[in-house]
């Protein structure tokens, strides 16, 4: 995803508005861009809040620069100055972060993408996109150039899987890509792990599950109506996450239930509780022990939609004896009923 | 009040003491403000709008446009004074200052108020964005210059060291920073509780062309900026010396005047000290 990133934008930097700041992180990566666009590169060194309030200041000559460094490093340790300088001031420039979830996943906690959105997802003006594969990080970079205003765009590392078919239609901020259609469970994802969510819903269907697929990639704004759209007709919500639930999308989905009286749809989140993971190896190996690899997806599923099916029996019994009980008010004798 | 320094112009020290009237009569309308944070900047501010800033109203929006900006937004009284003094806006808006429905807010709002680059208030911030405005016109080839404006006690704050090593490594000649040494911070005096001395080799050796002045003296003001903006290849700090509350007596180097509005004798005094008959005139 980081190779498609700066190849994307290697080719947008033809609009020479376009800067890309560094924080001393992408020895080798950039090469071909610093090669291409040498007056557009510049490292500013390990100092981040300067970083961040230097774009802003940029931003307001006319310049779009895109600020590219590792997640904590980028959004966390300078935090204030993305919500003062950048969002509060409004300012055009694009916060690139790399290491989305546990895509370092050799290097511990330090470097681990599992907050971010939360303490983003809240900041006005910032929007937030979380591509699934490198096709779609192309298409989000661009999405962030297009679009006038702040932007946070999270990316993995490396190799990651393809996620969209080649037919994936337009990539449009606020608007939900639909991965795969179902009837009885709705898996809302968004990032890498989506991956691992479609042969989960490969694996559901092999049970009789019909599972709907959505990615998720604006998660700011977010497409209530997509969201919507699953509770009422499907009921049963499963949010799957390598982040926090605390602030990511679970808790965003299960806000905007709340906001559209669909508080009644079954909703499970899984992604971290106010966790680290202080293990190594690959990312499968830390998906592996927080239960988010496939198969922990396709458990969760299924245990969903039985729980959907039992209550929707359970709740057509009940259905059928309140319309028994009005029957027999109806029937009362007129002049019976208390005032 | 303006004894101790050299006459540059008398218009300047007339617009000088006028600024203090204006921000005394703003802060008692708006029942507090930092008042002394912002005499100790106004001699700076109205020698640098009369003298150097290429800005005027109608030119907000033009990339050719010196900038400034204050990073120690808590003094905003002063700027916005100045502001209203060179018909950013009408002088009778600094009325609403800080009161509902007003676009003159404790800390300057840049979307709100003509002039205003950027909206400070967090100590740190305003500093390094004036680095990316003078970078900008760096590279992109413009005449325009970035005026910064910072307290003593904000250089406390670890961002302002991370930009003067940038701006230095960026050999941003067309950047101004001017440190309004009172040596006073929210609680005290800024050499009991972290000192910054010696701030001159501070920033000297961080790359940066030094010069120090009496930030209440014009004329010694006014040659500096001219020299600093002569130098090449390097930003200059000049680290002016100034008196908090600069015009009024018993503020002057007090720190609990960093938040307190004058009682009623106190205010007598003030307009006394200030040359003011009708305090309720001044913003009229």
Known sequence: MRNAFIAELTELAEDERLITLLADNGIIVYDEYARRR??????????????????????????????????????????????DDICYQNRNVKLVGIGAGYAYST?????HG??????????????????????????????????EGPVYLRIGTGRNPDV???????????????????????????????????VAAKQLERQGISTRVLNMHSLSPLDSAAVVAAAKEIGTILTVEEHSIFGGLGSLVATTLMESQCGDANLKLMGLKRRFCESYGSVEDLRKELGLLATDIARAGAELARERAATKQTSRAAGAADVRQIDQADIQPAGTHKA | M???????????????????????????????????????IIDLLTVIYARHLNLHPGSETDPDRDRLVLSKGHGCAALYAILAERGFFPVRDLKGFCSAGSKLGGHPDMHKIPGVEASTGSLGHGFCSAIGMALAAKLQGRSARTFAILGDGECQEGSIWEGAMAAAQLELGNLLAIV??????????????????????????????????????HAAIDAAITRAF??????????????KGKGVSYMEGEAIWHYRLPNETELEQACAQL??????????
Not at chain 2, 10 to 34: C, T
Not at chain 2, 231 to 243: F, M
């Open chain 1, 38 to 83: 040498p007056k557009q590169l510049l490292n500013l060194g390990i100092a981040e809040s300067n970083l961040i309030a230097m774009a802003a200041g940029m931003a307001g000559s006319g310049f779009i620069p895109f600020v590219y460094s590792i997640i904590p490093f980028l959004v966390m340790r300078p935090y204030e100055f993305v919500r």
């Open chain 1, 107 to 111: 290097l511990g906690p330090t470097h």
């Open chain 1, 114 to 147: 599992t907050e971010d959105v939360s303490i983003l997802s809240c900041l006005p003006n910032l929007t937030i996109l979380s591509p699934a594969d490198p096709l779609e990080t192309r298409q989000a970079t661009r999405a962030a150039h297009e679009h």
């Open chain 1, 164 to 198: 969209l078919d080649g037919d994936s239609g337009a990539f449009t901020i606020g608007r939900a890509r639909l991965l795969r259609e179902g009837s009885d469970l709705a898996i809302l994802s968004h990032g890498t792990i989506l991956s691992e969510v479609l």
């Open chain 2, 2 to 40: 303006t004894n101790s320094s050299t006459c540059l112009d008398p218009d300047i020290a007339a617009s000088a003491l006028r600024l203090r009237q204006m921000v005394l009569a703003m802060a008692v309308q708006a029942g507090g403000a930092h008042l002394t944070p912002a005499y100790s």
């Open chain 2, 180 to 217: 309004d040494a009172n040596g006073l911070q929210g609680m005290g005096r800024v050499e009991n509780i972290n000192t910054l001395e010696p701030l001159c080799d501070k920033w000297s050796s961080f790359g940066w062309d030094t010069m120090e002045i009496d930030g209440h003296d």
């Open chain 2, 230 to 243: 002569n130098v090449t290849g390097r930003p200059t700090v000049l680290i002016a010396r100034t008196i």
């Open chain 2, 275 to 284: 040359g003011i008959d009708d305090l309720n005139s001044v913003l009229t």
